[in-house]
């Protein structure tokens, strides 16, 4: 496989990956509403049309569009946005594969361990756990059984659940340092399943070339942390003041609204089924992580 195309390019996850994928040599495009690389392909998900010379130029999709679920309130609105962003771009794709002559060999698409539910405490989850039945949990379902649509075309088709993802250019890890002094949320007893984001890159680009993989994995570190953990960790990294005392859930809810569930709730994730298959960590310690990002 040489030609790599990719929706969603140009946020945190699709840069790394293509950064990587670039240095070992592959062609790689990107799937835009507007052509922000100079191999680009156009595609307009609400008018549900697209390039059709994209999947006939493709050996293998990676497929990272969706609506940020943290960038703005869950107004009903905003809520559509992140369904139809992700069930409906799927989609998309799906027909353009089925229409297109030249087909790739390979779908690898970014899911979410929201698939668990927002708070599934202190269990270890595999990827044989149920989907909890809050909303993100909902739309991840939805998401994985349009993916799952894939497998119908003949393509070998790989999901991989993302964590908390650890990169120091923003995110998870830029909100919680954003105040002037770093404090847990809630009881900051809930766990982060999280993975820095060079690891992150790595195993999309070891779905790709590993043609064995097929199917759901959890695409976090092996060792998950407690949020007053990881939020102690990083401001000791970052040189910041850490208060012990958590921030009250009522009010994270007051600002956050329906969205607060997402910080106060967690999930003890497992990253067995992954290592089993072969891929190999860089960060498996959160210090080890931490002093990466922030290049102590």
């Given at each position: 496989?040489?030609n790599?195309?990719i929706?969603g390019?140009s946020?945190?996850i699709g840069t790394?990956?293509?950064?990587l994928l670039?240095t070992k040599g592959y ?5 835009s ?10 595609w307009?998900?609400?008018k549900?049309q ?6 006939e130029?493709?050996d293998?999709?990676?497929h990272?569009?969706?609506a940020g679920?943290?960038?703005k309130?869950?107004t009903l ?10 069930t ?8 353009a594969i089925?229409k297109?002559?030249k ?6 698409s ?6 668990y ?14 989907a909890?039945?809050?909303f993100?949990?909902?739309v991840v ?5 349009e993916?799952?649509?894939?497998e119908?075309?003949g393509?070998?088709t790989v999901m991989?659940?993302?964590g908390?993802v650890l990169?120091?250019?923003g995110g998870?890890l830029g909100e919680?340092?954003k ?8 009881s900051?007893?809930?766990?982060m399943s999280w993975?820095?984001i060079?690891?992150?890159?790595r ?6 070339e590993k043609t064995t ?17 990881l ?11 850490y ?6 859930g009522?009010l994270?809810r007051?600002?956050l609204?329906e969205?607060a569930?997402m910080v106060?709730g967690?999930n ?8 089993k298959a072969g891929?190999e ?9 931490l002093r990466d990002l922030?290049r102590?």
């Amino acid at each position: 496989m040489e030609n790599i195309l990719i929706t969603g390019g140009s946020g945190l996850i699709g840069t790394k990956i293509t950064q990587l994928l670039e240095t070992k040599g592959y062609a790689v495009a990107w799937l835009s509403r507007t052509p922000q690389k100079q191999q680009s392909f156009i595609w307009d998900i609400n008018k549900q049309q697209i390039d059709p010379e994209a999947m006939e130029w493709a050996d293998a999709v990676i497929h990272l569009a969706g609506a940020g679920v943290a960038d703005k309130r869950w107004t009903l609105e905003r809520k559509q946005a992140i369904l139809h962003s992700r069930t409906q771009s799927t989609s998309l794709l799906h027909q353009a594969i089925e229409k297109a002559e030249k087909k790739p060999l390979t779908f690898i698409s970014a899911s979410a361990v929201g698939f668990y539910g927002f708070n599934t405490g202190t269990k270890l989850l595999d990827e044989s756990a149920p989907a909890g039945s809050d909303f993100l949990a909902q739309v991840v379902t939805a998401w994985e059984n349009e993916v799952k649509n894939m497998e119908t075309l003949g393509l070998r088709t790989v999901m991989l659940r993302i964590g908390i993802v650890l990169d120091a250019e923003g995110g998870a890890l830029g909100e919680m340092l954003k105040p002037p002094v770093a404090a847990p949320l809630g009881s900051g007893d809930q766990w982060m399943s999280w993975i820095h984001i060079s690891d992150l890159a790595r195993m999309f680009v070891f779905a790709l070339e590993k043609t064995t993989l097929q199917g759901i994995y959890n695409a976090v570190g092996p060792n998950p942390a407690t949020n007053q953990q990881l939020t102690k960790e990083a401001a000791k990294a970052k040189g910041k003041p850490y208060l012990g005392i958590g921030v009250p859930g009522f009010l994270l809810r007051l600002i956050l609204g329906e969205m607060a569930a997402m910080v106060l709730g967690g999930n003890r994730v497992s990253s067995q089924k992954i290592q089993k298959a072969g891929f190999e960590y860089e960060f498996e310690s959160l210090p080890e992580a931490l002093r990466d990002l922030f290049r102590i």
